[in-house]
């Protein structure tokens, strides 16, 4: 049985998250009077493995690569596939949830680091309609990982906990730790699992980062998909001496191979995000229309 201590201490826990899951819900909801308050539901994908691979951009090629850091599914390699990926254990919870993703790895005075953990938030907010589940075996990138100036709207890097605009570099954090968060696009052609430059099947719904009230997706991506953004904290606190495996802290971007049982992904994407609750894998759910938030 566990001690009371372990008890207190799992109990401080969750309380904490509680807490933190909600201040995060309400800084999405933090919007103009006019949008409706759809769905949130996170999904825990701590760290995987490196290496020298990437499924999308250098399909079937390995080691072509700068090193990423992989979440979520143990197996993902060059080689990987949706039947390789569905095949295959991951670290997410929930396990339905068999996708890939990575970002480029974190060096700090050329030592790699390894990320303390991985979220993704699975999000409608702010659109007009209902969001479709991703498509299975979707593949996209979000970011340029030859950018040299800031990806606003896309890439910001905060400190942890704090789900604001943040900053396109690193902040100084104090004791808490850095985060990194990559915002894909939410909005799909209907018709292309990938497209050459792994973006272009897919779009925002909005124009230079800026939500200005309902928003929808454009006539030529008019499919509303869950706006995925996936969240890296770090075990440093400011980001000195810090560099991307891409380059500066600006390339940073992220990938995402969707491998969800999409019965599983289906089921959520229509009762948390067209619902309109806020649902954590820990912590439950919430409805979020009793906030009043």
Sequence with gaps: MLSSFARRRGVLRNTTL???????????????????????????????????NDPIVHSRVPHASHSH??????????FSTIRSLRASRGTCRPPADRSAYWVPTLFRQGKSLTPASGSVYYQDFFRSGRALPFPNGLRVVAG??????????????????????????????????????????DCWDGRRLDSRDHK???????????????????????????????????????????????????????????????????????RVLNGGRACHPFLGCTDLVNLNL
């Design 18 to 52: 509680a807490t933190l899951f909600l201040i995060a819900v309400a800084a999405l909801m933090a919007a103009p009077p006019a949008a409706r308050a759809d769905g949130i539901f996170v999904v825990e994908c701590p760290f995987s493995h490196r290496a020298n």
């Design 69 to 78: 850091d992989f979440f979520g599914n143990l197996s993902t390699d060059a």
């Design 144 to 185: 340029n990982a030859m950018a040299t100036k800031p990806q606003r709207g896309v890439v910001r890097w905060t400190c942890e906990g704090d789900h604001g605009a943040g900053i396109p570099t690193i902040p100084d954090c104090g004791s808490a730790r850095v985060t990194l968060r990559v915002a894909f696009p």
């Design 200 to 270: 272009s099947h897919m779009a925002y719904n909005y124009a230079d980062g800026r939500e200005l009230g309902l928003q929808e997706c454009p006539a030529s991506h008019p499919i509303a998909v869950p706006q995925l953004q996936l969240n890296v904290t770090y075990p440093m606190h400011d980001g000195e001496g810090v560099e991307l495996a891409s380059g500066s802290v600006l390339s940073a971007h992220a990938d995402f191979f969707n491998a969800w049982k999409p019965s599983a992904l289906r089921r959520r994407v229509d």
